[in-house]
């Protein structure tokens, strides 16, 4: 069965610092998602991308962040000067259709020091 | 106030048990997920509903979108079922966003 596949599983950086995490969504998809989870907290929504250009973005994406479709299979989120507060798990998460169901990845552990 | 509640937060009981969690929201939604995140935190997707119910092996989820609650059940409950089960909402509004529950996390001890 497709995956969404997201790389690395861990990263960890300094604070200040520049991350890059990448997403491989399954590929006839249209819609992606990034999603969050600080530790021992809920799953927050991030931003939401389609045909292009995002689609809805939350309180959180603040210009430190922004999201790339490169090349058409990959989908990347971009935190620009990392803070301790960015800690998170992060979920690429993407979907065939409108009324279809999200798909995950199995999420980036990112430790910020 | 979180737009969605679950309960219990916490479950633990013995194998065999029947299980059941329970999802309420307060916004118009278009869809409901039930969702599984195991402890290295990956996240799997249960069922997607809209209305009525579903069944995928021992698992059940229904929903009654005029009472705004939903409930997932599990029957036969095994140590293999202990996770963090998520209950998350698709607004009627916006690009079909998840807002998720805080989970409940369910330990079935053997």
């Known amino acids: 069965e497709p995956e969404v596949t997201q790389t690395p599983s861990h990263q960890v950086t300094q604070m200040g610092q520049e991350v890059i995490l990448r997403c491989v969504p399954i590929?006839?998809?249209?819609?992606f998602y990034w999603y969050r989870q600080i530790l021992g907290q809920k799953v927050e929504f991030l931003v939401s991308?389609?045909?292009?250009?995002?689609?809805?973005k939350s309180e959180i994406f603040d210009d430190q962040f922004s999201v790339e479709r490169p090349d058409g299979s990959n989908f990347t989120l971009k935190i620009r000067s990392t803070k301790l507060e960015d800690s998170a798990m992060y979920f690429c998460a993407s979907k065939s259709d409108s009324n279809q169901p999200q798909h995950f990845g199995d999420g980036t552990r990112l430790s910020i020091l | 106030k979180n737009e969605v509640e679950q309960s219990p937060q916490n479950l633990t009981a013995q194998e065999g048990e029947f299980i059941t969690i329970n999802c309420s929201y307060s916004v118009g939604i278009s869809a409901l997920h039930w969702l599984q995140q195991h402890p290295g935190g990956g996240i799997v997707s249960l069922f997607m509903l809209s209305s009525g119910k579903k069944k995928h092996g021992r698992l059940i989820a229904t929903i009654n979108i005029q009472e705004k609650h939903s409930s997932l059940h599990i029957t036969a409950s095994h140590p293999r079922d202990s996770a963090v089960y998520i209950c998350?909402?698709?607004?009627?509004?916006?690009?079909?966003?998840?807002?998720f529950g805080t989970g409940t996390r369910l330990t079935i001890i053997p």
């Open positions: 998350a909402v698709v607004s009627n509004f916006g690009n079909e966003k998840l807002t």
């Open positions: 991308f389609y045909n292009n250009e995002i689609s809805e």
């Open positions: 590929s006839n998809h249209l819609y």
